[in-house]
């Protein structure tokens, strides 16, 4: 496990031109670091904890100051010899401090004191605000990290608030949702996981498989008290009410995950069926260019829209047919590209017109795919029914055929709607709570297998040591998403994705 006793510091705020920047510092050495570099009124292993403090981040005095993290102090002498003139040969010749006093100043700032376990990371942390722009927080952080505090790993002020018990798993990851949602609905997701509405709902699933789990095993280990060892019916319909509760909670995650991660939705068919006029339409500005001459678009242009909370990026495509002319080769070949990336098609079609062979070639290129089909140009009148198309396509992929005319915007709304319910949107379902991260879904997946199997086993009469190892198996995964039982290297791999400084 990584070191986790020292003191921490990173520039928690974005880098650029800002009113202020937040230096962050946290462990059991935060107040004294802070002091050595931080001028105000009194000293902040004084200060209360939630208390504020004004003053000055000097260059810290060279007395009793080790150069604890040696890329800090390199960075501090170069800085040194930036800023004061004439200052050079002796920073570089001896490594003492030459600095005047009034160039020892880096920054006015306002230090935020935290007092352990009442902080962010459940240790003491100072949060130093400085000026924004390019200069002021690294030479905050740099003074720091001469003055004993060590550059923070990606994500490690979250990871020791994990650690330490103030948030749990889903909670922690939340964080890293809530900085990179670019829709509402997924801010409004990533802030319901934050507050623990998914952690709670797992640990109530937690609790009652404990309950279970504990049954089934006093009687494997008492079985002449207990009465035989066979699993009672009131502990399997426990479990079978926790394997429902999963699914349920599952069965909403295709919608909760196209929330948080965003739909591609590339515009499909052949030329001029009216895909680029849609494609505007859709995003309410003349994007793409539209003529009556078949193989007007080659390349792919995409935009992003918000329908119903999620994000789509929208890409227009090349009208799909055998060119010879090499420009619109390579533009049908991008179209074909941009059906196999996405699992989500939008199926423009000329419904004015009969269906034609290139539009059933294009049918057997969506097979297994979710597809919505704008039957256009429906103020030209319609040729072409719903069912008729719905039935070109491959059984098996979910589709919906929707009448629609570009040119007026009629039935856009029902196209819309139609995206949403065959992402898998129920509108009953609350977002609340729901499982969006691809990883528990994983995790949680695998708990209720280890439940259905421990229904079947039961019902088999298995004895019931097989069915508490079912049980310990479906907690462990359940565990990997609350962070109760979880690998170090898959901590690593969910933290190193995290920027330094949160
Ligand atoms: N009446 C009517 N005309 C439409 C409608 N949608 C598109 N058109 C016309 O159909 C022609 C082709 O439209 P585009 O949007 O360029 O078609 P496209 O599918 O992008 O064509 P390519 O880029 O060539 O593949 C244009 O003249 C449009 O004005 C519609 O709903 N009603
Ligand atoms: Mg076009």
Redesign the pocket.
């Known amino acids: 496990m990584q070191k986790l006793d020292d003191t921490i510091a990173a520039i928690a705020t974005a880098a650029g031109e800002a009113g202020i920047a937040v230096v962050r510092l946290s462990g059991a050495d935060a107040l004294a670091i802070a002091d050595r570099v931080f001028r105000g009124t009194t000293p902040l292993a004084r200060a209360r904890g939630h208390t504020l403090h004004t003053g000055w981040v000097v260059w810290p005095s060279d007395r009793g100051l080790e150069p604890h993290d040696p890329a800090g102090a390199h960075e501090l002498r170069d800085a040194r010899r930036d800023e004061v003139p004439g200052s050079s040969r002796s920073a570089t010749t001896t490594g003492r401090a030459t600095t005047p006093p009034d160039s020892s100043r880096i920054d006015q700032v306002v230090a935020a004191v935290f007092r352990a376990p009442r902080s962010y990371t459940r240790e003491d942390v100072v949060e130093i605000s400085c000026h924004g722009g390019g200069l002021s927080a690294a030479r905050v952080l740099a003074t720091l990290r001469c003055a004993g505090a060590r550059l923070a790993r990606p994500g490690e002020f979250t990871l020791r608030a994990f650690l330490n018990g103030r948030i749990d798993l889903a909670q922690a990851e939340a964080v890293a949702d809530v900085i990179h949602a670019e829709s509402e609905a997924a801010r409004l997701l990533a802030v319901s996981q934050l507050a623990g509405d998914l952690s709670r709902r797992l640990s109530e699933v937690e609790e009652r498989l404990t309950d279970a789990l504990s049954e089934v095993e006093a009687r494997v280990d008492f079985a002449e008290d207990v009465g035989g060892i066979e699993v009672p019916a009131h502990v399997v319909a426990a479990i079978v009410a926790v394997e429902e509760r999963l699914a349920a909670m599952l069965a909403g995650s295709a919608f909760a995950r196209a929330i948080r991660e965003g739909v591609r939705l590339p515009l499909v068919?052949?030329?001029?069926?009216?895909?680029?006029?849609?494609f505007n339409a859709l995003l309410g500005e003349e994007r793409?260019?539209?003529?009556?001459?078949?193989?007007?678009?080659r390349d792919r242009v995409s935009e992003a829209i918000e329908v119903g909370g999620v994000r789509f990026t929208l890409s227009?495509t090349?009208?799909l047919r055998a060119s010879s002319e090499p420009v619109e080769a390579i533009g049908v070949a991008r179209a074909e590209e941009a059906i196999q990336e996405s699992p989500l098609v939008l199926w423009?079609i000329d419904g004015s017109e009969r269906l034609t062979d290139e539009d059933r070639r294009i049918a057997g290129l969506l097979a297994g795919k979710r597809i919505v089909i704008a039957l256009?140009?429906?103020?030209?009148g319609s040729r072409v029914s719903a069912v008729e198309v719905e039935s070109l396509v491959n059984g098996d992929s979910r589709r919906r055929a929707v009448e629609?005319?570009?040119?007026?915007r009629q039935g856009l709304e029902d196209l819309e709607r139609s995206l949403l319910e065959l992402l898998g949107r129920d509108g009953a379902a609350p977002l609340a709570g729901a499982v969006a991260n691809p990883r528990h879904v994983d995790s949680l997946e695998g708990a209720r297998a280890a439940l259905v199997r421990a229904v079947a086993v039961a019902a088999d009469g298995a004895p019931g040591e097989i069915i508490a190892l079912e049980l310990r198996e479906s907690l462990a995964a359940i565990g990997e998403v609350t962070g109760r039982t979880v690998a170090e290297d898959l901590l690593d791999r969910i933290f190193g994705r995290f920027c330094i400084g949160k």
Request: glycine fraction near 12%; charged fraction near 20%; hydrophobic fraction near 35%.
């Open positions: 068919g052949r030329p001029n069926v009216g895909k680029s006029s849609l793409a260019i539209v003529t009556p001459i078949p193989g007007t678009t227009d090349a009208g423009v256009n140009k429906r103020d030209l629609i005319s570009a040119a007026s």
